[in-house]
């Protein structure tokens, strides 16, 4: 199993960040992302990945500090980019939710950070928030077909088709649990098992029973087994593909155990 998008980066786990990967051993993760949402904790995830054989890294800025991209940041980007434990350029995209960046401004930084991605041969790994139509038009104009996850996918069926169409992969998350899911549960159902990840986004949007607290890497088996009781699949099965998907996407991700 593989946790397809964590913060092991975040401050909030400053205290216990060795437990926390080391729950996430024993509950049968194989592999964990920490994605960078700004420069700082870009840096942190590339660091942490150099520490942990098991810990890869995306490096890249989120929407809400859309502002703070220029060429500075996107030099040291691309030097990060080089090192081998990092697999993909994110987390990028569009939130037109919170608006913490401008929407020209975060179109700007999506639009530069896909050619960047493109550019040094990554992935990318996108966050979309109440803004799935832009996000789509930007992604197609760029006419890069860059491979990607859609992470924490929050889109009904019709946008997870467009996003199938346009080669996406959906990342699924901790609300796939909770009793207001909107149109996931279909999602889930309507997508082809191999556009399929799962993450958590610890340490945000814990999954029941745990909901309300931190989340972290170990209950991706949560996610797991709720998408294998939804698809009528064995939660081997799911945890199987999964991890053959996110090998795909992320092609210099390794298994190390
Ligand atoms: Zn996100
Ligand atoms: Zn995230």
Same mark, same amino acid.
């Given at each position: ?33 920490? !994605? ?19 810990? $890869? ?28 434990? #990092? #697999? ?37 790994? !996108? ?25 924490? $996918? ?83 099965? !799911? ?19």
């Amino acid at each position: 199993m593989i946790d397809s998008h964590c913060h092991l980066n975040h401050e909030q786990f400053a205290d216990d960040r060795a437990a926390a990967i080391n729950r996430a051993r024993a509950a049968g993760l194989t592999a964990m992302i920490a !994605i960078g949402f700004d420069l700082a904790s870009s840096e942190a995830a590339l660091r942490l990945s150099s520490a942990e054989a098991d810990v $890869w890294a995306a490096v890249g800025v989120h929407p809400h500090d859309a502002s703070t991209y220029g060429p500075e940041v996107e030099r040291r980007l691309r030097e990060m980019a080089a090192h081998p434990k #990092v #697999v993909a350029i994110g987390e990028i995209g569009l939130d037109y939710h919170y608006n913490h960046s401008p929407q020209p401004v975060q179109r700007d930084a999506f639009a530069s950070q896909l050619a960047l991605a493109r550019d040094v041969g990554l992935p990318v790994v !996108i966050h979309c928030r109440e803004a799935h139509d832009d996000l789509f038009a930007e992604y197609e104009q760029s006419g890069l077909g860059t491979p990607c996850v859609m992470h924490c $996918w929050s889109g009904s069926v019709a946008q997870a088709h467009r996003a199938i169409e346009d080669g996406m992969h959906l990342g699924i998350a901790g609300v796939l649990t909770f009793k207001k899911r909107g149109e996931l549960g279909d999602v889930v159902r309507a997508v082809p098992e191999d556009r399929l990840l799962i993450e958590t986004d610890a340490p945000y949007l814990a999954p029941v029973p745990h909901r309300g607290k931190r989340n972290e890497p170990a209950y991706v088996s949560l996610v797991c087994a709720q998408l294998a009781r939804d698809r009528d699949a064995a939660p081997e099965h !799911i945890a199987r593909v999964t991890t053959s998907n996110a090998l795909r996407l992320f092609s210099r991700l390794r298994m190390t155990a």
